[in-house]
């Protein structure tokens, strides 16, 4: 495993409208599902003043997609992702964070729990909106937040100690009890490395369909390239041809298995991704993922199991005319 020059550690175990009127200090805090803002809206509160959360254009937009595929494939068992979820931070502040993750358990209320770790991404925005923002969820008790600069390519993560951003190095890591490893900041900046990590969270996950077509690859690889050295070496004749005629033949045998098992574990990761969110599969569409073995083209379709709504957008645009 590569050592990474910076590992981040957890740390311990505008817009005009109408303004709201906060009760005085002495009330309790509300909950964080008690709302202010309307949800399924764009109205946002902030120190009671209503403020809108408009919608976005690329690098933007893409850069919230980026965000959401590798932070949902590195989320820990007992945790859950979530989008655009609204959250009472006091009296007068009721807003949602790009993304966030949390402790799935419900309190001893049955309620959601306060997020652990909080998302922001930020380009024509001021940068004292998003501050704005994280010194509110600190106050609350969120115990990380972080902000994306998409113009300038960076992360910064919030510093209790400074009251302030704190830039992280791009060869740094996330580490975190939320995460089930180590979040690469390249990951987050640039859609080359988003693939890797996302596979490699995934496999550390040990998805039981993944760890079974990986098998499966490896054993029909081995299986092939064995059949295939010794019908060749036993018809040549000599020990010469026979050794070479079994190396080939094991060799093209076990790359083959191993591009097959890439592409069973594709596809598996696809319907695994569609699952864990809620998201049906038709039997047309299982069999349009069953039936592609174009690994490119897999990889595209898990990015967008990630986001969308129903299966066949995954799929959509794979029939075309000949």
């Given at each position: ?143 990380r937040v972080f902000c994306i600069l998409v113009k300038q ?170």
């Open positions: 495993m590569r050592r990474h020059d910076h590992v981040l550690l957890a740390p311990g175990a505008g817009a005009s409208g109408r303004t709201v009127h906060a009760p005085s200090a002495g009330r309790a805090r509300p909950h964080v599902d008690d709302r202010l803002a309307p949800p399924e809206t764009r109205v946002e509160y902030l120190h009671g003043v209503e403020v809108y959360a408009a919608p976005t254009d690329p690098p933007h937009a893409t850069q919230h997609f980026d965000l959401t595929y590798v932070l949902g494939a590195h989320v820990a068992e007992g945790y859950r992702g979530a989008v655009d979820m609204l959250t009472r931070t006091d009296l007068g502040s009721d807003y949602a964070a790009d993304a966030s993750v949390f402790a799935q358990k419900p309190d001893r209320a049955g309620r959601r729990r306060l997020e652990e770790l909080a998302f922001e991404v930020s380009d024509k925005q001021a940068l004292a909106v998003p501050t704005t923002k994280a010194r509110l969820l600190i106050a609350r008790g969120v115990r390519r960076r992360v910064m993560e919030w510093s209790r100690e400074t009251d302030g951003w704190r830039p992280l190095p791009k060869d740094a890591v996330i580490e975190d009890p939320c995460l089930v490893r180590p979040l690469p900041i390249q990951s987050l900046l640039e859609a080359a490395s988003s693939d890797d990590a996302v596979a490699r969270a995934l496999l550390d996950k040990r998805v039981p369909a993944l760890e079974a077509a990986l098998a499966e690859g490896e054993a029909r690889g081995e299986a092939r390239g064995e059949a295939r050295g010794e019908a060749r070496g036993e018809a040549r004749g000599e020990a010469r041809g026979e050794a070479r005629g079994e190396a080939r033949g094991e060799a093209r045998g076990e790359a083959r298995g191993q591009a097959r098992g890439e592409i069973r574990m594709a596809q598996e990761a696809i319907l695994m991704v569609l699952k864990s969110r809620g998201v049906a599969t038709p039997a047309e569409v299982a069999r349009a993922i069953a039936g592609c073995d174009d690994l490119s083209k897999l990889r595209r379709w898990i990015k967008r199991a990630a986001t969308a709504t129903t299966a066949a957008e995954v799929v959509a645009g794979s029939r075309r005319k000949r």
